[in-house]
């Protein structure tokens, strides 16, 4: 096969770049990574050497290159179907798509207030009502999934998980939204039990814990 090369932009701020890093590390296969420090006068420049968009991440398999997060993610699950990059029934890879759909395209306040921060702790700050209110969402779209992935067993009084991933284990749908736990835990913002186990489940993660070592050294 083809050298898998992913760009990526400063680990400690960049969260569109972690979220194809983390799906590479989860079908673990070989792929070389290179960065580009951002916010440099010579930053943009180097973009644009390797990005169409200006904008990292991106991948280049051989001489394809793909320049968009969701994009990328979605190359893979069909590059390496094995891995499960999206569950395998069609009513959950559809709820799983259009989850990972809205948090690429939405949350806009969220966003620009609780930026990603892995080196600094924040806690408290710019927690306005609009960003608040997203953060409400996507602990809302967290405890849909994290419900529907657990199978209930009225009459042993349990319940069963099918893994402590958002569709049971890891898709393209926990990529998307693991730069998001990061902020929920650098501005301190109040969570449900269910939302605070998810978001150890992800920072638990090995490439989880790798970008962030890598992160704090920067």
């Known amino acids: 096969m083809e050298p898998l090369v992913l760009y990526v932009g400063t680990k400690w701020l960049s969260t569109w770049s972690l979220r194809p890093y983390l799906a590479l590390v989860h079908v673990g296969v070989p792929f070389e990574e290179r960065k580009i420090t951002l916010y440099e006068h010579t930053t943009n420049a180097k973009i644009r050497e390797i990005s169409p968009s200006g904008r990292v991440p991106c991948l280049a398999h051989g001489s394809l290159l793909i320049w968009d997060s969701l994009a990328i993610c979605e190359y893979l699950a ?3 179907p094995e891995a499960g990059l999206w569950p395998a029934d069609r009513a959950a890879r559809a709820r799983a798509r259009s989850v990972s759909a809205e948090m690429h395209a939405g949350f806009d306040e ?6 990603m921060d892995l080196k600094h702790d924040h806690p408290g700050e ?16 967290w405890r849909d999934c994290r419900a529907r992935a657990t199978t209930a067993h009225p009459e042993r009084g349990e ?4 893994g ?38 992800i920072a638990a993660l090995p490439g989880m814990r790798a970008w962030r070592a890598e992160a704090l050294a920067e």
């Open 78 to 80: 069909e590059l390496f």
């Open 164 to 201: 402590p991933f958002l569709f049971g284990s890891f898709t393209i749908a926990d990529a998307m939204f693991a730069p998001v736990t990061t902020r929920f835990t650098t501005y301190a913002v109040p969570m449900d039990d269910v939302s605070a186990a998810y978001c150890a489940t």
């Open 126 to 141: 710019n927690h306005t009502p609009e960003a608040l209110a997203d953060a409400a969402r996507v602990m809302e779209i």
């Open 159 to 162: 319940a069963e998980s099918k």
């Open 110 to 115: 969220m966003r620009r207030r609780l930026t």
